[in-house]
């Protein structure tokens, strides 16, 4: 008979197969449990839970569910502001970011020793002079409004810096010339539109002789604006001598206030209550 081989195998051989037959049932065991333990993980557990990832902010959270109090306050406000900035209109957003006209031009104005404090409302009174009653109007397609054009001795003039310009003969021994003009407010506009017919008076003193200052003599609203009419003081050959004046700013959608200056001097004072005309008819177009 033939002996078995195994009989003939020395000893160590015979160990080192057992062991190598024992480490390849243990690595068997050990993965059929890690197999059966990660199937039970995705099984909902009643004992007390483990440490859990927190979720990724792209993970959208189901309807019924409710966020975690930091991931909700986080969406909420990360939400809020596209939101708003979305929702407002270009024109609102220029709005916003524009900021509203200081009064830094109107105390500058008030410093100035030619412009006194403004006064109380006070309406303009009829000034000396005969009414004139022409039914001509005179249209500024610049800024936006019309008023009276006046016949004769008035006339059209050149009207360079301004929209129109009608102006009196020149008066022997007056230091300006008499006139009437309209145009866009030269001067930045204010808030509130008396502030604005301030600076647009005090503008009006280049057009008046060196050194003149200015007397209130009223100050009122009117139809989408505000007027204010003064003396303008000033010397002529060392003589004092001073004349009528007003200013009226007017609201004109989508475009700047208009601005009508009439000035008069004391030689011509009989045509003063062309002032009072010429302020009256002013209308929008």
């Keep these: ?143 936006g409004v ?8 008035w006339k059209l003039y050149g009207a360079s810096p301004f929209s129109t310009k009608q102006v009196l003969p020149v008066a022997k021994g007056a230091a300006h010339r008499a006139m009437i003009v309209s145009c866009p407010v030269p001067i930045q506009v204010q808030q509130d539109p008396k502030d604005t017919a301030l600076l647009a008076a005090r503008w009006t003193l280049n057009h008046h002789p060196k050194g003149s200052k200015i007397a209130w003599t009223a100050s009122q609203p009117i139809k989408g604006g505000w007027l204010l009419a003064y003396r303008v003081k000033y010397e002529v050959k060392g003589k004092p001598h001073f004349s009528q004046a007003a200013v009226t700013v007017t609201e004109v959608p989508d475009a700047k206030p208009a601005m009508l200056f009439v000035t008069i001097p004391d030689v011509q004072r009989s045509h003063w209550r062309d002032i009072n005309t010429a302020v009256s008819s002013l209308r929008l177009k």
């Design 1 to 143: 008979m033939k002996r078995s081989r195994i009989g003939d195998l020395p000893m160590r051989v015979i160990y080192r197969i057992l062991a190598a037959v024992i480490v390849v049932v243990l690595a068997v065991v050990a993965a059929v449990v890690g197999f059966v333990m990660s199937g039970s993980s995705g099984q909902p557990d009643e004992g007390p839970p483990g440490p859990v990832a927190a979720p990724s902010a792209a993970t959208p959270s189901s309807g019924v569910s409710s966020p975690p109090p930091s991931a909700s306050a986080s969406s909420a406000v990360s939400s809020a502001s596209p939101s708003t900035s979305s929702s407002a209109s270009p024109s609102q957003t220029a709005a916003l970011a524009t900021p509203a006209p200081d009064r830094s031009a109107v105390v500058a104005a008030l410093a100035d020793p030619r412009v006194p404090d403004l006064p109380s409302d006070k309406r303009l009174a009829l000034l000396p002079g005969k009414p004139y009653k022409g039914k001509t109007r005179l249209q500024d397609n610049k800024a």
């Design 146 to 153: 019309s008023l009276a054009r006046f016949g004769k001795p």
